[in-house]
């Protein structure tokens, strides 16, 4: 069965060139951990975006998978399927993509989105008989999965040098949570 998502509801996106996901996944004590950790931009008033690296938190996080996917391909070609999105001719995308996310303050399609119909969330939603979310992150060439409840991120500026870097070397510029 294809996997029914919709965008996260977040102010920045992946980038689409320079994403690199990085996954951390561990059992702990007291709940699963999971973090991803990606390159990823806003846009600005003039239509242009920075770079940033982003890193997303889920809370208890009891699922995670990934695979790989073509650069040349959207998650739509790894069997998603985007609800809520943009439904006009391909040659407006970008023009649309600009006006909504300048409008708004929120990206209307930042490749990072929670699934609305999921045989895989269903299964693990029976198995272990909590509510959580089908949360999925497109990158470049590959996409993650994740079941958690509830997800976090903080953001740096990444101006040069190595993304890992920017976690100790700059101040968190943006930060915020989300369910969906």
Not at 2 to 14: E, F, I, N, Q
Request: with cysteine; hydrophobic share 35%.
């Amino acid at each position: 069965m294809t996997v029914v998502m919709k965008p996260c509801k977040v102010p920045w996106s992946v980038s689409p060139t320079m994403s690199g996901l990085t996954l951390t996944h561990m059992e702990t004590d007291v709940a699963p951990e999971c973090s991803i950790v990606f390159g990823g931009g806003r846009m600005d008033p003039n239509g242009l975006t920075d770079m940033r690296r982003i890193e997303l938190q889920f809370v208890t996080a009891s699922h995670v998978r990934a695979a790989t996917k073509h650069d040349d391909d959207d998650i739509e070609a790894s069997g998603f399927h985007i609800v809520g999105g943009y439904d006009g001719p391909g040659q407006g995308y970008l023009n649309w993509r600009k006006r909504n996310w300048c409008d708004t303050g929120i990206c209307p399609d930042p490749g990072f989105y929670v699934a609305t119909e999921s045989d895989w969330l269903r299964s693990a939603t029976m198995k272990y008989g909590y509510a959580p979310k089908h949360f999925i992150l497109a990158g470049r060439d590959c996409y993650m999965e994740i079941i958690a409840g509830s997800f976090s991120w903080r953001e740096w500026l990444w101006l040069d040098g190595p993304r890992d870097n920017y976690q100790h070397a700059s101040d968190v510029v943006g930060s915020g949570h989300g369910t969906e």
